[in-house]
């Protein structure tokens, strides 16, 4: 038909290899354990590890998870393409798709020649994970630039292409929405319901933490917006380079505590963390000329709407898996 394609093809015996690369890690993880049962405790990263990677190396299930997705992103009306599944022509080891064109969402350069903002390519990358993590649960939890392509549309418009479904995570819908409810709280600087979110998540007096963790802003700003009233997370900083020293030095600081604290968060989170931090990458190569926390503000407001109106409080205890 003359359809232009790719096609991803797994290297030979590497499913094979991956279950003794797995089988080895819980090993290794295990003696650990045993040898220092109080210094070491991340057993909980194989649990996580272990059965995401086989589901990885099935291009079968990756193919599913893209249809998900696509489907997802258009009743969203998200400027997002997916590229679709040749299924005829895709196998557990063989992947064949419709080829879309796309620059990495890094390329400044890329970016200006194509005519394009860097404040709406910022908006729209922001837009399509967090109305995944906030609406549809159904989260991509590899957002890196190589797998987040741009390209204009039609309109002249950024319009994002989506790759590599492999890594995906269905969020719990009480996990969701109380996850929901800290980036409303957080956007609104009410401190009171980040409290009381962050305690349905697990945690407790190091919400301050968390809040800025997820963030990657100083949680002193929040107490200043919440006198001031302001949405906007710049209006009282310091400016972007200001704030990631900062956030640098809390991090050395808190080094143990970041690290207990990953210990309590509901292992839905950990994947929050790795998408979130891809997102904050991109971010930062363009600039950040957007404010992100509005933009996952107002999905996660609107999350909280609709379960609202559907009779869901999305307020409980402790989400730990």
Not at 6 to 35: C, F, N, P, W
Not at 163 to 179: A, E, I, S
Not at 195 to 217: D, F, V
Not at 241 to 261: C, N, S, T, V
Request: net charge neutral; glycine share 6%; aromatic share 6%.
């Amino acid at each position: 038909t003359g359809e232009k394609l790719a096609i991803k093809i797994q290297h030979r015996g590497l499913r094979e290899t991956s279950r003794g690369d797995i089988m080895a890690l819980q090993l290794v993880v295990k003696a650990l354990e045993r040898m220092f049962p109080k210094e070491f405790c991340y057993g909980w990263i194989m649990e996580e590890i272990a059965p995401q990677l086989p589901k990885e190396l099935d291009f079968r299930n990756e193919g599913k998870n893209s249809e998900r997705a696509a489907r997802h992103l258009a009743e969203a009306k998200i400027n997002c393409v997916v590229p679709k599944v040749h299924w005829d022509c895709t196998t557990e080891r063989v992947m064949t798709m419709t080829f879309e064109e796309g620059f990495r969402s890094t390329d400044v350069d890329a970016i200006q020649q194509a005519g394009l903002k860097k404040h709406d390519v910022a908006k729209l990358i922001y837009s399509v994970f967090n109305s995944q993590a906030l609406l549809s649960g159904f989260v991509h939890c590899d957002p890196h630039p190589a797998n987040v392509l741009l390209r204009p549309d039609r309109n002249g418009k950024p319009q994002l292409v989506l790759v590599d479904h492999g890594l995906y995570k269905q969020l719990d819908d009480d996990f969701r929405l109380n996850y929901a409810r800290l980036w409303k709280a957080l956007m609104l600087a009410d401190i009171p319901q980040i409290k009381s979110a962050c305690s349905s998540l697990g945690i407790g007096k190091m919400y301050p933490l968390l809040a800025a963790m997820l963030t990657s802003r100083p949680f002193d700003e929040i107490v200043e917006r919440s006198h001031s009233g302001a949405l906007d997370a710049s209006s009282g900083g310091s400016g972007a380079g200001g704030d990631k020293a900062m956030i640098r030095g809390y991090a050395q600081k808190f080094i143990a505590d970041i690290i207990a604290l990953l210990d309590d968060v509901p292992r839905q989170m950990l994947l929050l963390f790795k998408m979130n931090d891809c997102l904050r990458h991109i971010d930062h190569a363009l600039d950040s000329p957007t404010n992100t926390l509005i933009t996952a503000g107002s999905y996660a407001a609107r999350a909280v709407h609709e379960a609202e109106m559907r009779g869901e409080s999305g307020d409980t205890s402790n989400n730990k898996v």
